[in-house]
């Protein structure tokens, strides 16, 4: 079935330091892909997305990348920060439209003093 | 903009009984919510999609008659959970969509937690 996957699903990073999560997903009909950030206790937040037709989308201090030839996705943080903390979810929208969307399983970013 | 609630933000209730739990799009109309329940270190898995003045289309697996979603404007939508169990504690989260052409983007709600004891 179609599903998204991530590689890892914690990270542990110094403050400062860059960090990268990655994400897999299976529909190749896929034309949209979203990063939201999500806090103990509250709902997603949205980060930065991206479409199909793009392979690489900056934000402030986030970018996300997209190679569609393997299907994969990743969100760079630059410039970790602790306010960072917290878990990762990449979501893709496999029908287009208005319609559901599919959530990894989500990482869990960790920055340390 | 683009600011959805959720009320309440927590429940306890006991089980046998229902609860009502509301999405509600402050700042703009939502053609299409969508509801979500999440257990603990688990992602969103989707419940449902609800059209304003249609019925409600569930996930497979979802019984539609214990998760009753009613959408009756294009700025609310409810979830109630009929006879509730403790296996229905969890935490449920809507978005909604402006469904704007070209618009794909969710808005999330901040979550209700309902513990069922």
């Known amino acids: 079935g179609e599903s998204v996957g991530l590689h890892l699903p914690t990270l542990s990073v110094q403050e400062g330091d860059n960090s990268i999560i990655n994400c897999a997903y299976s529909?190749?009909?896929?034309?949209?892909f979203i990063w939201y950030k999500q806090e103990s206790g509250k709902g997603p937040q949205f980060i930065i997305d991206?479409?199909?037709?793009?392979d690489k989308r900056q934000g402030q201090r986030v970018t996300v990348l997209l190679n569609k030839t393997v299907k994969h996705l990743s969100l760079q943080i630059a410039a970790t920060q602790p306010g960072d903390s917290a878990v990762y979810f990449c979501a893709e929208n496999p029908q287009g439209g208005y319609n559901k969307l599919i959530f990894g399983a989500g990482t869990r970013l960790a920055v340390h003093p | 903009g683009a600011v959805v609630s959720q009320h309440p933000s927590w429940v306890i209730c006991k089980s046998g009984t229902s609860v009502k739990i509301e999405c509600r799009s402050l700042d703009f109309q939502a053609t299409t919510m969508f509801w979500y329940r999440q257990f603990p270190k688990q992602s969103l898995m989707l419940m449902a999609t609800?059209?304003?003045?249609?019925?409600?289309?569930?996930e497979q697996g979802v019984e539609k008659d214990k998760f009753l979603i009613n959408h009756a404007s294009l700025t609310l939508s409810t979830l109630t959970v009929t006879s509730a169990h403790p296996e229905d504690s969890s935490f449920y989260i809507c978005?909604?969509?402006?469904?704007?052409?070209?618009?794909?983007?969710?808005?999330f709600g901040p979550g209700t937690r309902l513990t069922v004891t």
């Open positions: 991206i479409r199909s037709n793009m």
């Open positions: 978005s909604a969509t402006p469904g704007e052409r070209g618009s794909y983007e969710q808005y």
């Open positions: 609800s059209n304003e003045g249609s019925k409600a289309t569930y």
């Open positions: 529909n190749s009909a896929s034309d949209y």
